[in-house]
């Protein structure tokens, strides 16, 4: 059976993927299984080419095919930031509570409490051949200063999702609503089929 990497440590990220692959005939791996891996620099100007970095740099240290995603929040007001600076936003990688008290601050700082806003997810498949697949999903809604919710992660309960009923955020949706609706859950959607044709 292939084994597969997961090219992160999160561990909401993996749970997603996980579920979305589990009918697959590979084994997920997750960077949990290998604690001692160093980092890649995502130097990337765009999502894709940060989820290519990933999948390259852990493909080569472990010898296995590789999963990388990079995924981010796209806030009008601010320009399309955090975009792929997202995880780091407010200077330390993968610190919720600081990177959410920066949106926070930085809508308040341009006077006002919500602004139009977007996830965006790009995934990438690398096989130990070189081989390459892509795809990408995206969702729109919209920022505020009030949180809602306890389940997700990142922005989630910032995030509130256009066309979802009494305007709730990412963080009060269950886990498969949210992948029924969510940039992730649409990226791994189109990527599972056509990973599902690859490994046919």
């Known amino acids: 059976m292939k084994q597969v990497v997961l ?3 999160n561990a909401g990220k993996v749970r997603e993927l ?23 620099v995502e130097d990337g100007t765009t999502f894709t080419e940060n989820a290519r970095i990933k999948a390259r740099f852990y493909a080569e240290r472990t ?12 806030v009008a007001v ?10 780091r936003f407010a200077g ?22 919500r602004s139009a806003a977007d996830y965006r ?6 096989d130990t051949d070189g081989h390459e697949l892509t795809a990408g999903g995206r969702v729109d809604g919209e920022v505020r200063t009030e949180a809602r919710g306890t389940n997700g992660f990142g922005y989630d309960p910032y995030f509130y999702v256009s066309g979802a009923p009494d ?5 009060e949706l269950t886990l498969e609503e949210k992948q029924a609706i969510s940039h992730r859950g649409k990226a791994v959607r189109a990527f599972t089929k056509a990973l599902e044709e ?3």
């Open 7 to 9: 090219a992160t440590k």
């Open 18 to 40: 996980r579920a979305a692959l589990t009918h697959l005939p590979i084994e997920l791996l997750s960077l949990a299984d290998f604690p001692a891996m160093p980092e890649p």
């Open 63 to 74: 010898g296995c095919a590789c999963i990388a995603d990079d995924s981010g929040l796209e």
């Open 78 to 87: 601010l320009g399309n930031a955090p975009g792929v600076h997202s995880a």
């Open 92 to 113: 330390v990688h993968g610190d919720d509570a600081a990177n959410n008290a920066k949106l926070i601050e930085e809508l308040r700082a341009h006077g006002t409490d």
């Open 121 to 126: 997810c790009e995934l990438v498949f690398l």
């Open 167 to 171: 305007a709730r955020t990412m963080a």
């Open 198 to 200: 690859y490994l046919k």
